[in-house]
């Protein structure tokens, strides 16, 4: 019975780390999380930068009905558990930083709902 319930631990936490571990991520952004939900057009990411600073920006939106609320409470909740602080939150607009990086999340359109999520840092 012990190796029995030792099995099914080993078994049952394998299964919970991997669902934790199967978010998926916005192209682009190596630790930003794509809120289910959401969908990232792909043709719309713009990149650019050098080594002592750069810009990063895609755009995102609800394939499921979603309101900014919505996005805002996901983001606040997750974001700080990758390091992330809260700056700033008004009714169309996030921003969070992490060390030289600032990240900004921010309302286009109100319906469909279209964000843009942006990240400028500075070395």
């Given at each position: 019975?012990k190796?029995?319930?030792?099995?099914?631990?080993?078994?049952?936490?394998l299964?919970?780390?991997?669902?934790v571990?199967a978010t998926?991520?916005?192209?682009?952004?190596?630790?930003?999380?794509?809120?289910?939900?959401?969908?990232q057009?792909?043709?719309?990411?713009?990149?650019?930068?050098?080594?002592?600073?750069g810009?990063?920006?895609?755009?995102l939106?609800?394939?499921k009905?979603?309101?900014?609320?919505?996005?805002?409470?996901?983001?606040?909740?997750?974001l700080?558990?990758?390091?992330?602080v809260l700056?700033?939150?008004?009714?169309?607009?996030?921003s969070?930083k992490?060390?030289?990086?600032?990240?900004?999340?921010?309302?286009?359109?109100?319906?469909?709902?279209?964000?843009?999520?942006?990240?400028k840092?500075?070395?």
């Amino acid at each position: 019975m012990k190796i029995f319930l030792c099995f099914m631990t080993l078994i049952l936490s394998l299964s919970l780390s991997k669902a934790v571990f199967a978010t998926d991520f916005i192209d682009g952004f190596e630790d930003i999380p794509l809120m289910p939900g959401l969908k990232q057009q792909e043709s719309q990411n713009f990149s650019f930068g050098n080594e002592e600073s750069g810009y990063t920006e895609a755009l995102l939106y609800a394939i499921k009905k979603k309101n900014f609320e919505s996005v805002c409470s996901f983001y606040i909740d997750v974001l700080p558990k990758f390091g992330w602080v809260l700056q700033n939150k008004e009714s169309d607009y996030l921003s969070f930083k992490r060390d030289n990086d600032i990240l900004e999340i921010n309302r286009q359109r109100i319906q469909p709902l279209k964000i843009s999520v942006s990240i400028k840092s500075k070395n």
